[in-house]
């Protein structure tokens, strides 16, 4: 693969709802350039983009993968997206290392909620905004209705950039209206010709349209429209590139990747107005690179500056080992150099660096400016880092955001003994997809697996499976819950055991008061007079606090409470420190069921956003689940509803809310606060822990 300057080329994201036929668009670009001799299919699993054996299996895209297309004076980077939500981080990433995100849109469905997503996420990190109205042969294919409802759908300004001839089994051809002409193409044939006698009325007011777009993008450029001038080829260009970077509309074109109709004029679009990467503003980078905490600031991409790249993806191949995949921001790069990673400061030798295409690695010599590469097998280089020239200065690049994971399952080992050989599995596991969160719950025994939704955690644990080649099982977390008394009680423990020679003997009177909630617990030693020596004071405290962590009614920990020590006895041969522990659990034991001890669950705080449409369903189904709705506030379509949730109530949140507003609702949620539980939601805990104690036993 050949060097290719900065202006020569483009990175496109290809995103959408799954199902729009990305991967079957990205496919027909392939072929139609003679990159693979026959076109595969999803549903033969053998396209260049899906190449997982899951992504093979489940018949969607799972992860982003790069798929350049070599031009003779360009390079187009196609990433082609997952259409899940749930691969949030493989979305965002892959957008945000282009310059352009290019929507596909089903001709017969419309915009679908993954497309939603996509645009917003665009948004986010003001990356223009394309649309290719796919699937233009189907049955009930309508082009117009398609802009009509992307405009709708976004509220933009939406302009063709190709027009359909013939729709749905008539669908043989576009009109390119930034060359007024009509392009027949089958695949790799394509034939120009005039524009059909019937569509040039319909060509040339869409073209007039496309004309005054450009015109807005440029303030010579309107004056010269206004005084009803001619605009240049080379003006309608720069006007449409400056009018899509700026957001003020939306190219559309038309295709099917299927019967591979429209693709000559989609790739006229992009090669003429695509951003090539010296058009971007900037890449988002710390103004103080050593302090990420400090001010966001817009790199330049630069091609006279130090190299520098940010790693936007990790791949774990069973043959070439771990890979990051970079955008170059600055300068450039070569195999077998030093580079420095700016996370930790850490300089390392880089192998060779490669293109790929797929699965597929070529060595390249150089990749220059706005140019994705990957090496291979950096030792602690993950995704979201920086890599750099280490002669200073060095730049960070600000990690991409991604919301905190909102679904859970605890995962465990069909068999207990083989728990050691899924370790490098996970880690490799997590190394790939940081959008994945694993913890271990000490109280609960639990480890916990968090993703983005159910899909992603099916993917995850089937991953798991693969590497370990171990049987995964998965059950609902546990939930946290406490227990707290309401009263004060007071009573004693007495500790006394005799055997022969030395005995045990520890005695103390404790009183239990309870505290506002959040304060954890408060010990007091109230002794005086001397009934019970200072120096076992430590003992008592210990000895309440491992009764705490034992429970009073289910064998949760006691949280939010006072226990005071005022009174005792003590043996001058028989006490010891493990007397008075024992004695101090008796006490408690002993005084706690008469405090009034209530089981508290813990409260979530969950954030909505959900379509106005669907408000109502949604504030149901939330009183449905016990919540309190503490607030909503409607920003344009949407509506962002705040709520408090038991987490023993959203079990199947992720699930019922996406069923209920059909995928168009995230949500996010964190812990906020412990609650008494209802008395019937008590008795049920109580229950359901006797029946694990007794499976434990």
Request: aromatic share 6%; proline share 5%.
């Amino acid at each position: 693969m050949k060097v290719y300057q900065t202006h020569q080329l483009r990175n496109v994201a290809l995103a959408g709802h799954s199902g729009t036929g990305k991967t079957t668009l990205a496919e027909a670009l392939l072929h139609i350039h003679n990159l693979v001799d026959r076109k595969g299919t999803v549903e033969a699993g053998n396209t260049q983009s899906d190449y997982d054996p899951l992504e093979k299996d489940r018949q969607c895209s799972i992860n982003a993968t790069l798929l350049p297309i070599e031009l003779p004076e360009h390079k187009i980077n196609i990433l082609d997206c997952p259409g899940f939500r749930d691969f949030i981080g493989e979305i965002k990433n892959a957008i945000r290392a282009s310059e352009l995100a290019l929507l596909v849109v089903d001709a017969e469905s419309g915009v679908e909620v993954g497309t939603e997503f996509a645009w917003a996420f665009a948004n986010e990190y003001n990356i223009p905004v394309a649309v290719v109205v796919n699937k233009m042969d189907r049955e009930r294919a309508d082009f117009q209705r398609t802009l009509n409802n992307v405009s709708e759908i976004f509220d933009a300004h939406v302009i063709p950039v190709t027009l359909p001839i013939g729709e749905g089994p008539d669908f043989k051809g576009v009109i390119d209206l930034l060359d007024m002409k009509a392009i027949y193409d089958e695949g790799a044939n394509k034939k120009v010709e005039d524009i059909p006698e019937e569509l040039l009325e319909q060509a040339e007011e869409a073209r007039r349209a496309l004309v005054e777009a450009a015109a807005e993008g440029d303030d010579d450029l309107t004056e010269k429209f206004l005084e009803n001038e001619t605009l240049t080829e080379e003006e309608l260009r720069l006007g449409l590139r400056k009018d899509m970077q700026s957001g003020r509309f939306v190219p559309v074109v038309c295709t099917s990747a299927e019967k591979e109709i429209g693709l000559a004029g989609l790739v006229h679009f992009l090669l003429e107005e695509c951003p090539s990467p010296d058009m971007r503003a900037g890449f988002r980078a710390y103004k103080d690179p050593k302090d990420d905490g400090s001010e966001v600031v817009l790199q330049k991409l630069d091609p006279d500056a130090p190299f520098s790249g940010f790693v936007f993806k990790t791949v774990n191949d069973d043959y070439a080992g771990r890979l990051s995949l970079f955008k170059v921001v600055t300068g450039s790069v070569t195999g077998d150099c030093q580079i420095l990673n700016a996370r930790d400061g850490q300089t390392m030798k880089a192998g060779h660096v490669f293109a790929l295409r797929g699965k597929s690695q070529v060595q390249v010599e150089r990749v220059m400016t706005g140019d994705i590469g990957a090496f291979a097998k950096l030792q602690n280089v993950h995704t979201g880092d920086t890599l750099a020239d280490p002669k200073p200065p060095t730049p960070r690049f600000e990690p991409t955001h991604l919301p905190p994971p909102s679904v859970h399952l605890a995962i465990r080992t069909k068999v207990k003994s083989e728990e050691d050989k899924i370790a490098v599995a996970i880690h490799r596991l997590l190394e790939q997809d940081p959008t994945l969160r694993l913890e271990r719950d000490p109280l609960l025994h639990q480890t916990i697996l968090s993703g983005h939704g159910d899909t992603h955690l099916e993917v995850a644990l089937d991953r798991l499976r693969l590497a370990s080649k171990v049987e995964v099982e998965a059950d609902p977390p546990r939930v946290q819950y406490r227990e707290t008394i309401t009263k004060t009680a007071q009573g004693q423990g007495r500790y006394k055991k005799q055997s022969g020679g030395r005995g045990q003997y520890g005695d103390c009177w404790i009183r239990l008061e309870p505290l506002e909630r959040g304060n954890g617990f408060e010990f007091k030693w109230e002794i005086v007079g001397g009934v019970i020596p200072t120096n076992f004071q430590s003992s008592v405290e210990k000895g309440l606090r491992e009764a705490l962590n034992r429970g009073i009614l289910a064998g949760y920990p006691v949280i939010d409470m006072a226990a005071a020590c005022y009174d005792g006895s003590y043996h001058s041969v028989d006490s010891s420190d493990m007397a008075f522990q024992v004695a101090a659990s008796l006490a408690f034991k002993n005084v706690a069921p008469q405090a009034g001890p209530v089981i508290l669950e813990p409260i979530m705080r969950v954030h909505v956003e959900v379509p106005a449409d669907y408000m109502g369903d949604v504030l149901g189904y939330i009183s449905q689940r016990r919540g309190r709705v503490s607030g909503n506030e409607q920003e344009g379509r949407k509506v962002s509803v705040s709520a408090d949730v038991p987490q023993g109530e959203m079990g199947t949140f992720s699930r019922d809310l996406r069923s209920m507003t059909q995928g168009r609702s995230v949500f996010s949620a964190e812990f906020s606060h412990y609650e008494p539980c209802p008395p019937n939601v008590q008795e049920q805990v109580i229950k359901e822990a006797r029946i694990q104690h007794e499976e434990a036993d």
